[in-house]
């Protein structure tokens, strides 16, 4: 079972890419009920036309990534807009995004990765307000987060109550860590989503669709964005493909 954020964002093109935008994004969802993966839609910027400037869903299922990974990145449109008049054709991206989402993030504490400190309490102005040495310093060694806390006269209840704040301020620190490295890599998958870029073109007056990093070309582009047996026949190529290339690259390295 995965976990997978999805984002589709307008590129170059205008109100035909925010057309095309949410097309692709309706592609996937339909493509969610095809393999029986759950797509939950998160937001939705829609254009004037009709069309999505952003759109996001959250989608769950088995083998998802697997798949899934692989739509990350430019895909053209070339057709002729309904609003042209004189028949020229058009050529429009949008940019897909796919971020595995973690099931969880482990903020439990290892004990003997705390530092325990105990000290006397102290009051206003310096004074100690207690003659037994019941505030309690934690650190948590692997992060260096520090919590002191002396609320309470009782070490065992001031140790409890700083391990609750600390664990807060650990999983704080470790979301914080992931947050940076997803946002990271959306950016980079995002790109500048130029018309030279592009992983797959949908062409209209051809009726195919090539996917540039096979070399493979499908024909019926409405067919196709439907999300069924020809995404999935394409999806399916691209998965057999990486297995052979890192089949490859293991045995290679094993001659080494």
């Known amino acids: 079972m995965g976990i997978l954020s999805l984002g589709s964002i ?18 996937y969802q339909n493509y969610s009920a095809f393999r029986r993966w759950e797509f939950e839609v998160l937001s939705v910027d829609t254009s004037d036309g009709g069309g999505y400037r952003h759109a996001s869903a959250a ?16 895909h053209r449109v070339q057709r002729v807009p309904a609003t042209e008049t004189q028949g020229r054709l058009h050529t429009s991206t949008m940019t897909v995004v796919t971020l595995p989402q973690p099931l ?9 990765d705390i530092k325990v400190e105990t000290f006397r309490a102290a009051g206003a102005g310096g004074q100690h307000v207690n ?25 065992h209840k001031n140790r409890a109550k700083g391990l609750k704040i600390l664990c807060a301020r650990v999983y704080d620190s470790k979301k914080r860590v992931v947050d940076e490295q997803l946002t990271a890599e959306r950016k980079r998958q995002i790109g500048t989503a130029e018309r030279s870029e592009r992983i797959r073109t949908y062409n209209y007056p051809q009726d195919r669709v090539t996917d540039h990093r096979l070399g493979l070309t499908v024909y019926g582009v409405s067919k196709f964005l439907v999300g069924s047996e020809l995404l999935d026949s394409v999806t399916s190529a691209l998965k057999v493909e990486e297995e052979a290339s890192s089949l490859a690259t293991l045995l290679q390295s094993m001659e080494l």
Do not use: C, W, Y
Request: zero cysteines; a negative charge; charged letters at 20%.
């Open 10 to 27: 307008t590129g170059a093109g205008g109100k035909e890419a925010a057309l095309f935008t949410a097309e692709v994004f309706h592609m």
């Open 131 to 155: 003659t037994t040495d019941s505030a309690v310093r934690l650190t948590h060694l692997p992060t260096g987060i520090t919590v002191s806390m002396q609320d309470e006269r009782s070490q």
């Open 104 to 112: 969880k993030i482990d903020a439990s504490l290892n004990m003997n």
């Open 59 to 74: 989608l769950s299922g088995v083998g998802i990534f697997g798949r899934m990974k692989h739509e990350s990145g430019v």
